[in-house]
């Protein structure tokens, strides 16, 4: 499975933009991008999956590249309860996946 | 609330008693999946089932965890003679794998287990 690299932490405010970016050089052809969630005692939440170009549902937009070997997370208008950690996977689902968590980025939303 | 049920919620034993888990999936999903978290860290794959089949079950942690999904609906994790160790918290994913899709995995609660 592709090895991502995402930043440690990121410090935003209440109503900004966050854009969270997450490399992956040795994305495979068949891999998909999956993004999730994580507040503390609860188990991680699906947010957004993409294969390339854009995605975007209620929650978060995807950006992936035309090289695909990174994505980035944006998150639109930042509200407290967005503090939590994000994780980025890459995968290729139908052969029995079983995702890599890395360590993931810790947001922090200041009022 | 994604769906997938995990009881119990909290667990405290003392060291060397065994342990069990239970997840309820997604009444649908045909993949059910273990993993582990521990403070600070990012979940860790143990072991995966399509329906009643354990497809994979190489990185369970010993010979001392095992896992059932006997009907092909919910499943157990145990834990035999637990450990200090052993503390963490036990998420289950649940998945429907069909042709064209992406076997997108919703995770449960999970079960956090304390050895004292």
């Known amino acids: 499975l592709a090895k991502t690299t995402q930043p440690i932490s990121m410090d935003s405010y209440e109503g900004q933009e966050v854009n969270i970016t997450c490399s992956h050089n040795?994305?495979?052809?068949?891999?998909?991008i999956t993004w999730y969630q994580q507040f503390p005692s609860q188990g991680p939440r699906f947010i957004i999956q993409g294969y390339k170009t854009k995605v975007t549902n209620e929650v978060a937009s995807l950006f992936i590249p035309a090289d695909r070997k990174s994505s980035t997370l944006s998150l639109p208008r930042v509200s407290l309860s967005d503090t939590a950690v994000y994780y980025c996977l890459v995968g290729y689902n139908n052969a029995g996946n079983m995702l890599t968590f890395g360590g993931g980025t810790r947001l922090m939303v200041k009022p | 609330d994604t769906g997938v049920s995990q009881n119990p919620r909290h667990k405290i034993t003392k060291r060397g008693q065994n342990v069990t888990f239970r997840c309820d999936p997604i009444s649908e999903h045909n993949r059910l999946y273990w993993y582990r978290q521990t403070l600070g860290q990012g979940p860790e794959f143990l072991t995966y089932f399509q329906n009643e089949a354990q497809l994979e079950k190489s990185r369970l942690l010993s010979d001392r965890f095992s896992a059932e999904r006997p009907k092909g609906s919910f499943s157990t994790l145990e834990i035999q003679r637990t450990e200090q160790g052993d503390s963490a918290m036990y998420l289950c994913a649940s998945s429907l794998l069909e042709t064209g899709s992406t076997d997108t995995q919703y995770f449960g609660p999970g079960t956090r287990l304390t050895v004292l």
């Open positions: 040795n994305i495979a052809t068949n891999d998909y």
